[in-house]
């Protein structure tokens, strides 16, 4: 029975997807751990290190699917070994052959690549739902280039922006999310098979080549010098799940807050018979948002462990490694739950934009003080139309008035502005600076990073 939430059946989908969790299963860890032996046994034998038929042998016969997870299991209690007990079990399925399997390696090796094919399979996933993220924040850019909404900085209403600018933020971090996915894959998928102490001291001058042939047959690259004492790559690859997860919680964090009643701007998808509260039948609670921001503290924890694990004592141990048998799945399966979330959360929105132009109005013409500000010191100097703006701003503030009306009734400002030119600088549409502008300048660049299908660019 599971004991994780990760794999619980009522829950466990707020947490990872199917797919990830199948990855990092107990039967595909096992998968990809013959097959390194596999893949090991065929290079040692082309290269004359084993017999060729023992190779061949081994290659028919050794088969994850048929061994017995359980027997394994009690047998690794007994032996207190994680892998012995499964070369065992390889052993019987190859019969005479089974005495070539794990020839000149050590365990770290077999379990160290095996672990590399596991993220190898997550990243193929992970470059899909960022790519589909790209994609859906692009048509969500571009329709609400012009939307007109409040900007906030600090939580308070700043200046005014579109929702469009906002979108296109999110989306040029994600086309660099891209970019290190790309940068870290060779880094991250290389192998290691080197031995004992990583020297190839057990199949001596043929050793190097052993472990070339054998990771190309995987799909791996070689590593220059062993790397069990060098963890580095699996802290790269956390530090890069890091900054998604980081994007992806703030994002569902901002829409969270978008969606609060008193500011409703956004609603997340909603259908009908989707339950808000157990005893207030009016609720639509944000729940896929508050999913989608909730997991990245508890990624950030797990990666946590990976960046630990860099602290291997000597040529290796055990006590970094075990770390990352815990994180490294619950970091791929976190941030599958999260870009699954935001790829059905984005393309679903409900945008308020009467609420949008409600909420930007709502302080009366305040937000465009700077506006005023930088015209009017075109006729009296920046530093006294500032000051003269912020006096009229405090007023209509503490007074709840209108700011127009507060600047008009000042003597300097009336003589120097008229009423047509105050009510131009006022409209926020005037004052978005290059907003719309660079949506399409961000949506352009994300077209020609290369990350997404030449398919998606010519619709979008």
């Given at each position: 029975m599971a004991s994780h939430p990760i794999d619980y059946l009522l829950i466990g989908n707020n947490f990872g997807t199917p797919e990830m969790r199948d990855i990092w299963s107990e039967q595909n860890r096992l998968t990809q751990q013959v097959r390194v032996e596999v893949a090991l046994a065929l290079a040692e034998g082309e290269l004359g290190v084993i017999p060729q038929q023992a190779a061949e042998t081994i290659a028919r016969q050794a088969d994850a699917s048929l061994l017995n997870i359980d027997a394994i299991a009690s047998a690794?209690?007994?032996?207190?070994?994680?892998?012995?007990?499964?070369?065992?079990?390889l052993q019987q399925q190859c019969g005479a052959a089974g005495e070539y399997i794990h020839y000149g390696v050590t365990t770290q090796d077999i379990v160290d690549t095996?672990?590399?094919?596991?993220?190898?399979?997550?990243?193929?996933?992970?470059?899909?739902?960022?790519?589909?993220?790209?994609?859906?924040?692009?048509?969500?850019?571009?329709?609400?280039?012009?939307?007109?909404?409040?900007?906030?900085?600090?939580?308070?209403?700043?200046?005014?922006?579109?929702?469009?600018?906002?979108?296109?933020?999110?989306?040029?971090?994600?086309?660099?999310?891209?970019?290190?996915?790309?940068?870290?894959?060779?880094?991250?998928?290389?192998?290691?098979?080197?031995?004992?102490?990583?020297?190839?001291?057990?199949?001596?001058?043929?050793?190097?080549?052993?472990?070339?042939?054998?990771?190309?047959?995987?799909?791996?690259n070689t590593p220059n010098i062993g790397w069990q004492a060098a963890r580095d790559r699996f802290s790269e690859f956390a530090s890069?799940?890091?900054?998604?997860?980081?994007?992806?919680?703030?994002?569902?964090?901002?829409?969270?807050?978008?969606?609060?009643?008193?500011?409703?701007?956004?609603?997340?998808?909603?259908?009908?018979?989707?339950i808000g509260s157990t005893t207030m039948p009016h609720k639509r609670n944000p729940a896929a948002l508050e999913g989608l921001a909730s997991l990245t503290a508890p990624l950030l924890t797990s990666a946590s462990l990976i960046y630990h694990s860099m602290h291997v004592e000597h040529e290796r141990d055990a006590m970094s490694w075990r770390a990352e048998w815990l994180a490294l799945p619950e970091i791929c399966i976190y941030l599958s739950a999260q870009l699954q979330s935001a790829r059905a959360i984005l393309p679903g929105i409900t945008v308020n934009k009467p609420r949008m132009l409600a909420n930007l109005q709502l302080q009366d013409g305040l937000l465009l003080s700077e506006k005023v500000m930088f015209e009017l010191g075109k006729k009296l100097g920046k530093q006294s139309a500032h000051h003269l703006v912020y006096q009229c701003a405090m007023q209509a503030y503490e007074q709840q008035r209108a700011f127009q009306t507060v600047l008009l009734e000042h003597p300097v400002i009336a003589a120097n502005v008229t009423q047509a030119e105050l009510e131009n600088w006022l409209n926020p549409a005037n004052y978005l600076g290059s907003a719309p502008q660079k949506v399409d300048e961000v949506i352009q660049f994300a077209r020609r990073s290369g990350h997404l299908s030449p398919q998606e660019e010519l619709t979008t």
């Amino acid at each position: 029975m599971a004991s994780h939430p990760i794999d619980y059946l009522l829950i466990g989908n707020n947490f990872g997807t199917p797919e990830m969790r199948d990855i990092w299963s107990e039967q595909n860890r096992l998968t990809q751990q013959v097959r390194v032996e596999v893949a090991l046994a065929l290079a040692e034998g082309e290269l004359g290190v084993i017999p060729q038929q023992a190779a061949e042998t081994i290659a028919r016969q050794a088969d994850a699917s048929l061994l017995n997870i359980d027997a394994i299991a009690s047998a690794a209690l007994e032996m207190k070994h994680s892998l012995m007990p499964t070369l065992k079990a390889l052993q019987q399925q190859c019969g005479a052959a089974g005495e070539y399997i794990h020839y000149g390696v050590t365990t770290q090796d077999i379990v160290d690549t095996a672990t590399v094919l596991q993220l190898k399979q997550s990243l193929a996933l992970m470059v899909r739902d960022c790519v589909a993220v790209s994609e859906a924040l692009i048509q969500l850019a571009k329709e609400h280039q012009y939307t007109l909404m409040a900007g906030r900085t600090h939580g308070m209403q700043a200046q005014p922006t579109t929702f469009g600018f906002k979108i296109a933020v999110w989306l040029d971090e994600f086309i660099r999310h891209l970019d290190r996915l790309k940068q870290l894959t060779p880094r991250l998928l290389t192998g290691n098979l080197s031995g004992a102490i990583c020297t190839h001291a057990a199949l001596g001058e043929s050793g190097p080549q052993v472990e070339r042939l054998a990771l190309s047959r995987l799909g791996l690259n070689t590593p220059n010098i062993g790397w069990q004492a060098a963890r580095d790559r699996f802290s790269e690859f956390a530090s890069v799940a890091v900054l998604i997860s980081g994007s992806l919680g703030k994002i569902g964090n901002e829409l969270y807050n978008l969606m609060r009643s008193e500011i409703s701007e956004i609603e997340e998808p909603f259908s009908f018979g989707k339950i808000g509260s157990t005893t207030m039948p009016h609720k639509r609670n944000p729940a896929a948002l508050e999913g989608l921001a909730s997991l990245t503290a508890p990624l950030l924890t797990s990666a946590s462990l990976i960046y630990h694990s860099m602290h291997v004592e000597h040529e290796r141990d055990a006590m970094s490694w075990r770390a990352e048998w815990l994180a490294l799945p619950e970091i791929c399966i976190y941030l599958s739950a999260q870009l699954q979330s935001a790829r059905a959360i984005l393309p679903g929105i409900t945008v308020n934009k009467p609420r949008m132009l409600a909420n930007l109005q709502l302080q009366d013409g305040l937000l465009l003080s700077e506006k005023v500000m930088f015209e009017l010191g075109k006729k009296l100097g920046k530093q006294s139309a500032h000051h003269l703006v912020y006096q009229c701003a405090m007023q209509a503030y503490e007074q709840q008035r209108a700011f127009q009306t507060v600047l008009l009734e000042h003597p300097v400002i009336a003589a120097n502005v008229t009423q047509a030119e105050l009510e131009n600088w006022l409209n926020p549409a005037n004052y978005l600076g290059s907003a719309p502008q660079k949506v399409d300048e961000v949506i352009q660049f994300a077209r020609r990073s290369g990350h997404l299908s030449p398919q998606e660019e010519l619709t979008t």
